[in-house]
């Protein structure tokens, strides 16, 4: 019982303890998802101290206690009684989570705890988490040798060099209600979904959890406190993407989906819960009754979790084992794990069914419960005994046809770039929008100089909507369509023009991503702090300096720095572009030449070593990180200082030039790929080209573009190597043209700037000048010269208030290399506005222009302002003011995806909670002053109509004012 009242009101917390050369802090941001859940489901918070002893080598961290052999020096003087006083003085606290040094520290606190002769107790104590926890001889003498009563979870990586598991398992026979969690990482707290499923089932079992009811479908449990996460509100990107995906799914499976959630006008309830029948075929090896997958989405979901996934059948245990059950989700959940990110369902669809067509439900026999890890060995086994080599090719030809891939990327790249800018075909296509079935005849011929090889006609009736055969037409009058420098021929463009506009029809607000590439050390953590202001890697804690860690040598960056920074918009992309600014605001400011900033995502991943395709380094991890980014930024040491491993060398003892780093990290992407596809070649010859498609679906790439780079690529072999309908022969492929096609794919999905990084080191000065004269080479398209060290100093001497220090220098060539890589795939930006003629800003936004998690701290103000920028424009004595609202024109920018219609963006601001009711018509222009027209509201958005005034049948409380 608390001294404020009843012990029902005082809030439930955990005790959370740092590992060694840590904070508090650190770790809470490392664990925010699992913060988030609980803060969620049970209304749980972290109490997080810094231990008392500074780290000996490094003195902004801190630790438990100073060890020397076995003598745990301040821990019974000193720790311990501080750990005493803070759980006296924290109402409601429940359990302990500690990592490393700090698990050991709670395995000490639970034994003392539970000691009849030591002082130490921890009122209400009923269960601890240790995370790379060790055995290691007790510190403190005269504690007893039983078996402790305290409920525990040992969680320990299978990856972890520093605590190998056998440690982190022996702790555990020193627990009566041990429970353990093996992950597939290192030493960190893991933190996928699964994971966090882990850590809130236990503490649910181990607490009482006083838990909001929820209405679940019948084939669901409300107990299930997985399913209570799934009540939580998605974000208006995972929104629009779940309802996008149920939409898509829908008219795929009309018969076989069954859908629980309600539908509430045009969206769905959350959490969207619905059921896919699994069609049998006689391929295989099939159950006798009918299965069924039940689909239930997180709200995380697509962003950073996969779909929850249940088999649903009425099979007994003879015909449907455990075993096989057990081996069928594997087999879903590793297709699945390969797309997070992207939505992921038909994956899990189609992987479901291949698991009883290919047979592989009839070679689970021998994979016992306890050992769950077996149907991944099992599955990799039969790999092995059925895999067909693909034909070899030697290393001139690979490195030839890796040249030739991206030759094709640049290509494609350009017809995408051609055919997104053409907004009259889409205005054309989406302006006749009628539904319908329509008896649709065509016949097609060439241009007359093309010959047959133009000519195409079909003749069927169509159950579709008409807009989309409509799109075919109207593509095919445009002047791009038959320039011979397109690849393809009249029947494949209709095709490419089908798949285009089926596929942009879905836009939304754009949550643009930038990945920070490049050798260890080659300063991408320095590059990270001066674009961010220092963000911390998951919340950006004020002012305060924290960021990326920095050390010269390699993985000073283990897991990925991610943070909110600000890029100069692409040149035209706003109306005020070329003429006075003057009273036309910005909600996040302006850089030192005036250019409106806008927020994007930046995310640093561990450093790269040569090898990391087979694991070496940080491996597979680093390359799965980039499936998140939308483009690459390669920080490249053109100092020539360093060797591939990150460490600094000189000229003469194996310093790399850097041409070859950017050689080596291509060859570090292509491999992944290239291992990934090779790995299971007799399934995709078996299956054909689907299947080979369907093999690069699950690195954050849309269908249509893929679809492109196949067609680029077999257009090539046809007209180059004269091996026709080169897709539908690949038992005749060898490793050459597979490299071939993996190069072409990375090259069109992951464009890339260039970090010219360390430029002030005068043995840059031989470098810079001959990688420039080679762009484009080996992906990346543009250089930027920066030293980026110069330019976090900067951001740092302002942030803390000082005079900038002498090797400091405004952020411009960071700004700059943003700029350029966003340039390479360029958003779409939107101005909503309540008025066309004072261009007033939307009252409604005004949440977002003042409280939204990208608008710049008043560190990075401080910066701005300093390098002659301006500050945002609700900025006002040291914080964000709605007082100023009614005084910006074209305050607020809305990032929007490519192909997205006015009609997104009215879906997206009645999310945000800006507009409601429905959509009425909405006004437009492209220029300040220009005379607004009546925009339809499925026209493309671009830069004709940017400036937007929507009107809908319900007012909002700003608008009833």
Not at 622 to 627: C, G, S, Y
Not at 660 to 671: G, R, T
Not at 672 to 701: A, E, P, T
């Given at each position: 019982m608390s001294e404020h009242g009843d012990s029902a009101q005082v809030p439930r917390k955990l005790l959370l303890l740092h590992g060694s050369r840590q904070v508090g802090e650190i770790l809470l941001g490392r664990i925010e998802k699992l913060r988030k859940k609980l803060r969620k489901m049970y209304n749980l918070e972290f109490v997080a101290p810094d231990g008392p002893f500074l780290h000996p080598e490094d003195k902004g961290m801190r630790q438990w206690w100073n060890r020397e052999g076995n003598d745990y020096f301040g821990l019974r003087e000193k720790t311990l009684e501080f750990i005493q006083s803070i759980w006296n003085k924290n109402d409601g606290l429940e359990g302990i989570v500690g990592f490393s040094q700090g698990a050991r520290l709670a395995h000490l606190l639970v034994q003392c705890h539970e000691s009849t002769v030591q002082p130490l107790r921890l009122k209400g104590l009923r269960y601890v988490i240790m995370c790379s926890g060790y055995e290691a001889p007790p510190p403190i003498s005269g504690l007893e040798e039983r078996k402790l009563c305290t409920p525990s979870l040992h969680v320990w990586g299978a990856k972890d060099k520093l605590i190998p598991p056998e440690q982190s398992r022996a702790v555990m026979k020193d627990y009566q209600n041990a429970v353990h969690h093996e992950h597939d990482g290192g030493h960190h707290v893991p933190m996928k979904a699964f994971d966090v499923q882990i850590y809130t089932e236990f503490i649910a079992n181990y607490a009482k959890v006083e838990e909001n009811p929820h209405k679940w479908p019948s084939s669901l449990h409300a107990d299930d406190p997985v399913l209570h996460a799934l009540s939580e509100t998605p974000s208006e990107e995972a929104m629009m993407a779940q309802q996008d995906e149920v939409e898509a799914l829908?008219?795929?499976?009309?018969?076989?989906?069954?859908?629980?959630?309600?539908?509430?006008?045009?969206?769905?309830?959350?959490?969207?819960?619905?059921?896919?029948?699994?069609?049998?075929?006689?391929?295989?090896?099939?159950?006798?009754?009918?299965?069924?997958?039940?689909?239930?989405?997180?709200?995380?979901?697509?962003?950073?979790?996969?779909?929850?996934?249940?088999?649903?059948?009425?099979?007994?245990?003879?015909?449907?084992?455990?075993?096989?059950?057990?081996?069928?989700?594997?087999?879903?959940?590793?297709?699945?794990?390969?797309?997070?990110?992207?939505?992921?369902?038909?994956?899990?669809?189609?992987?479901?069914?291949?698991?009883?067509?290919?047979?592989?439900?009839?070679?689970?026999?021998?994979?016992?419960?306890?050992?769950?890890?077996?149907?991944?060995?099992?599955?990799?086994?039969?790999?092995?005994?059925?895999?067909?080599?693909?034909?070899?090719?030697?290393?001139?030809?690979?490195?030839?046809?890796?040249?030739?891939?991206?030759?094709?990327?640049?290509?494609?790249?350009?017809?995408?770039?051609?055919?997104?800018?053409?907004?009259?075909?889409?205005?054309?296509?989406?302006?006749?929008?009628?539904?319908?079935?329509?008896?649709?005849?065509?016949?097609?011929?060439?241009?007359?100089?093309?010959?047959?090889?133009?000519?195409?006609?079909?003749?069927?009736?169509?159950?579709?909507?008409?807009?989309?055969l409509k799109a075919m037409v109207v593509l095919s009058s445009l002047p791009f369509f038959y320039e011979e420098s397109t690849f393809f021929n009249a029947a494949t463009a209709f095709a490419t023009a089908y798949k285009m506009v089926l596929n942009q029809c879905h836009g939304g607000i754009w949550k643009y991503t930038c990945g920070l590439v490049g050798k260890p050390s080659a300063g991408k953590s320095t590059f990270f702090n001066a674009a961010t202001a220092f963000a911390r890697q998951r919340n950006d804690a004020g002012s305060a300096i924290g960021g990326a860690t920095m050390a010269p040598h390699p993985f000073t960056t283990i897991d990925p720095n991610v943070g909110f920074c600000l890029v100069p918009a692409p040149e035209g992309s706003c109306p005020e572009d070329g003429i006075s600014i003057e009273n036309i605001g910005c909600s996040h400011g302006r850089d030192h030449l005036g250019r409106r900033l806008i927020p994007v995502i930046l995310k640093d991943v561990?450093?790269?070593?040569?090898?990391?395709?087979?694991?070496?380094?940080?491996?597979?991890?680093?390359?799965?990180?980039?499936?998140?980014?939308?483009?690459?930024?390669?920080?490249?040491?053109?100092?020539?200082?360093?060797?591939?491993?990150?460490?600094?060398?000189?000229?003469?003892?194996?310093?790399?030039?850097?041409?070859?780093?950017?050689?080596?990290?291509?060859?570090?992407?292509?491999?992944?790929?290239?291992?990934?596809?090779?790995?299971?070649?007799?399934?995709?010859?078996?299956?054909?080209?689907?299947?080979?498609?369907?093999?690069?679906?699950?690195?954050?790439?849309?269908?249509?573009?893929?679809?492109?780079?196949?067609?680029?690529?077999?257009?090539?072999?046809e007209d180059v190597e004269q091996k026709e309908g080169a897709l539908e022969k690949?038992?005749?492929?060898?490793?050459?043209?597979?490299?071939?096609?993996?190069?072409?794919?990375?090259?069109?999905?992951?464009?890339?700037?260039?970090?010219?990084?360390?430029?002030?080191?005068?043995?840059?000065?031989?470098?810079?000048?001959?990688?420039?004269?080679?762009?484009?080479?080996?992906?990346?398209?543009?250089?930027?010269?920066?030293?980026?060290?110069?330019?976090?100093?900067?951001?740092?001497?302002?942030?803390?208030?000082?005079?900038?220090?002498?090797?400091?220098?405004?952020?411009?060539?960071?700004?700059?290399?943003?700029?350029?890589?966003?340039?390479?795939?360029?958003?779409?930006?939107?101005?909503?506005?309540?008025?066309?003629?004072?261009?007033?800003?939307?009252?409604?936004?005004?949440?977002?222009?003042?409280?939204?998690?990208?608008?710049?701290?008043?560190?990075?103000?401080?910066?701005?302002?300093?390098?002659?920028?301006?500050?945002?424009?609700?900025?006002?004595?040291?914080?964000?003011?709605?007082?100023?609202?009614?005084?910006?024109?074209?305050?607020?920018?809305?990032?929007?995806?490519?192909?997205?219609?006015?009609?997104?963006?009215?879906?997206?601001?009645?999310?945000?909670?800006?507009?409601?009711?429905?959509?009425?018509?909405?006004?437009?222009?492209?220029?300040?002053?220009?005379?607004?027209?009546?925009?339809?509201?499925?026209?493309?958005?671009?830069r004709s109509n940017r400036i937007l005034k929507i009107m809908t049948n319900k007012r909002q409380e700003w608008q009833r004012k």
């Open positions: 829908s008219a795929m499976f009309p018969d076989e989906l069954k859908m629980y959630s309600k539908k509430v006008g045009v969206v769905y309830e959350f959490p969207i819960v619905y059921r896919i029948d699994l069609i049998k075929t006689t391929e295989g090896m099939w159950p006798p009754h009918p299965i069924s997958l039940e689909v239930s989405y997180p709200h995380d979901y697509p962003e950073s979790v996969i779909a929850q996934i249940k088999l649903i059948h009425e099979n007994n245990m003879m015909e449907f084992t455990s075993k096989q059950i057990q081996a069928c989700h594997q087999a879903i959940s590793d297709a699945a794990e390969t797309e997070i990110g992207m939505p992921t369902v038909l994956t899990c669809v189609y992987a479901a069914r291949e698991f009883f067509e290919s047979g592989s439900m009839a070679t689970v026999t021998d994979i016992t419960q306890e050992d769950p890890h077996g149907l991944a060995d099992a599955d990799k086994e039969y790999e092995k005994k059925h895999a067909s080599v693909i034909r070899p090719a030697s290393k001139e030809r690979i490195q030839l046809c890796i040249l030739q891939g991206l030759q094709i990327a640049q290509l494609v790249c350009k017809k995408l770039h051609t055919i997104e800018a053409n907004t009259t075909a889409y205005k054309m296509v989406l302006n006749q929008c009628h539904g319908g079935i329509w008896k649709y005849t065509c016949g097609l011929v060439g241009k007359p100089s093309a010959g047959s090889k133009y000519d195409f006609f079909f003749s069927n009736y169509f159950a579709c909507p008409v807009s989309l561990a450093g790269l070593v040569p090898g990391a395709y087979q694991g070496r380094g940080r491996g597979n991890k680093f390359l799965n990180d980039l499936t998140e980014a939308d483009v690459l930024i390669h920080v490249v040491d053109a100092s020539g200082t360093a060797d591939t491993e990150g460490h600094v060398v000189g000229k003469e003892d194996g310093a790399s030039h850097p041409l070859e780093d950017l050689a080596w990290i291509l060859n570090e992407m292509v491999e992944w790929v290239f291992n990934n596809v090779v790995y299971k070649w007799n399934r995709i010859q078996r299956r054909g080209r689907d299947k080979l498609f369907d093999m690069f679906s699950g690195y954050g790439q849309s269908r249509s573009t893929t679809q492109e780079v196949f067609f680029g690529v077999q257009k090539y072999m690949l038992e005749e492929w060898d490793e050459g043209d597979l490299y071939r096609l993996v190069s072409a794919f990375l090259g069109t999905r992951f464009p890339m700037a260039l970090a010219l990084n360390k430029k002030d080191l005068p043995s840059s000065v031989d470098f810079l000048d001959k990688v420039k004269e080679s762009l484009p080479i080996h992906g990346a398209h543009v250089g930027v010269p920066l030293s980026a060290r110069a330019e976090m100093n900067y951001m740092k001497s302002h942030m803390i208030q000082e005079n900038p220090s002498s090797g400091a220098s405004i952020p411009e060539g960071v700004w700059e290399c943003l700029k350029s890589a966003v340039a390479l795939r360029e958003p779409i930006l939107v101005f909503p506005v309540s008025d066309m003629i004072s261009y007033a800003p939307l009252p409604g936004m005004i949440k977002f222009a003042t409280g939204d998690a990208s608008l710049p701290n008043s560190g990075m103000i401080r910066c701005l302002v300093a390098a002659a920028g301006s500050a945002p424009s609700l900025w006002q004595n040291g914080c964000y003011t709605a007082s100023l609202s009614d005084k910006m024109k074209l305050r607020d920018a809305v990032m929007m995806k490519i192909g997205s219609t006015v009609e997104d963006l009215f879906h997206s601001l009645k999310r945000m909670g800006v507009l409601g009711g429905e959509f009425v018509r909405a006004e437009g222009a492209g220029e300040i002053g220009e005379k607004p027209r009546l925009i339809p509201k499925l026209e493309i958005l671009n």
